[in-house]
């Protein structure tokens, strides 16, 4: 689960040093690659927001799986649709299939943990996993794709082609697996959905703001 966490992420990542030869190949500027680039926070927030929470009704491995699957169509879109609209769509893809996996990959971790290892309860190394994937993951996206641009032919097609590989190999991880939710929750309780800690609004707040500046 870690593995798919990190290769997921990695994909978000991944375009960072390919822009410029975007720009070179579609004959565009700046603002095009700003939209093109931002235009993944759109799938992002919209599956964060709008799915996320339906993994504790429906399960922890039916929320990863269709993310890993939506970021390798993501891939193909971008490997085979070479117009600006393939680059935004398959954008707003890979975010749409990161927000699924951010929303879900952590708790799934601690839940994995907690059955394999029930007495220790607490335990922080779930949560140093998780770090570790999402950081370690955006954080090698652009190291695996900066160095396809430098060694490997065609590399806006190669990169998209190593990870689909990556991610086609970690659905297979996933799906070996076992669900730690209890499939048998009543029909009549609604799953949760995204909200903050009680007392934890201004601690969020002021991260958001920070993160802005």
Known sequence: MAVAFTVLMAF???PTPLWPLYEARDHFGATTVTVAYASMVV??????????????????????VPALLVGILASVVLMVW???PGLIAGRILNGAGLGLMASTAT?????????ARPDRT????????ATAANLGGLASGPLIAGAAAEWLPAPLITTQAIFTLAMAGCLALVLSTPETVDLEL?????????????????TFA???ALGAF
Do not use: C, K, Q
């Open 82 to 84: 070479r117009d600006l």
């Open 43 to 64: 799938g992002a927030a919209a599956a964060f927001l709008g799915l996320g929470h339906l993994s504790d009704r429906l399960g922890r491995r039916r929320i990863i």
């Open 107 to 115: 708790t799934y971790l601690h839940d994995l943990h907690h059955e």
């Open 186 to 202: 009543p029909a009549a309780e609604p799953p949760l959905r995204f909200a903050l800690r009680p007392g934890g609004r201004r």
């Open 12 to 14: 978000g990542t991944a």
């Open 122 to 129: 607490g335990s922080v190394l779930p949560g140093i996993v």
């Open 206 to 208: 002021a991260a958001g």
